[in-house]
């Protein structure tokens, strides 16, 4: 059971332009949603946050947007850059619930290319 | 930034055999660890959370008698691999929170390839 879901394998854009990668999720305890960038081999690393009293959140060139009505997430970079070119991964935690405290589910990831 | 190491960052060893993973804070005391494995092209998967001092939380589905986690102080927590097997083989990868913080901070990770 995938509680935390991207459809997308993987995302090519252009560099300078928008970014988008979505993020669909299934428990309604989750109440703290988060994204990471990773490379191959190593660990993630964190980019930016939300908290499920809020909607959007914006961090530089990331902006995270959270839908909870139709428990849907995404990450916008702009403008993309090459260097932005990793595995993106959503993660959701049920922080709320006390005993779950830290525990992240994660998504599949999605892979971003960005061109020159 | 909050640094987590992990070691080794690779390794390999024969069936049967135990292996230890090392995660350490290096700038910052945490009480709680986790430890989390990804295989291949999948996501990453909690496999127990490792608290300072007492025993480790362990998912379901995951056996705490082969994976051995130990959390002695507050910047380091050892998950061991015992009587390691081929399908052990995955890329573990631990986080830790820094205390009166929220995020989780990654290690680089461990590629352990059990032949």
């Known amino acids: 059971d995938q509680q935390v879901k991207q459809n997308s394998p993987s995302l090519s854009v252009q560099e300078g332009r928008i970014s988008i990668l979505n993020c669909d999720y299934t428990n309604s305890m989750f109440d703290y949603f988060l994204w990471y960038k990773k490379y191959p081999a190593e660990g993630p690393t964190f980019l930016i946050s939300i908290s499920s009293i809020k909607d959007k959140n914006e961090d530089g060139r990331f902006t995270v947007f959270l839908n909870k009505s139709a428990k849907h997430l995404s990450l916008h970079i702009v403008p993309s850059q090459p260097g932005d070119s990793a595995v993106y991964f959503c993660a959701a935690s049920a922080e709320s619930g006390g005993t779950s405290y830290g525990k992240l589910t994660f998504g599949q990831g999605t892979i971003l290319t960005v061109h020159p | 930034g909050a640094v987590v190491s992990q070691h080794p960052s690779r390794v390999i060893c024969k069936s049967g055999t135990s292996v230890k993973i090392e995660c350490r804070s290096l700038?910052?005391?945490?009480?709680?660890m986790f430890w989390y494995r990804q295989f291949p092209k999948q996501s990453l998967m909690l496999m127990a959370t490792?608290?300072?001092?007492?025993?480790?939380?362990?998912e379901q589905g995951v056996e705490k008698d082969k994976f051995l986690i130990n959390h002695a102080s507050l910047t380091l927590s050892t998950l061991t691999v015992t009587s390691a097997h081929p399908e052990d083989s995955s890329f573990y990868i631990c986080s830790a929170i820094p205390l009166g913080q929220y995020e989780q901070y990654f290690g680089p990770g461990t590629r352990l390839t059990v032949t």
């Open positions: 490792s608290n300072e001092g007492s025993k480790a939380t362990y």
């Open positions: 700038d910052f005391q945490a009480t709680t």
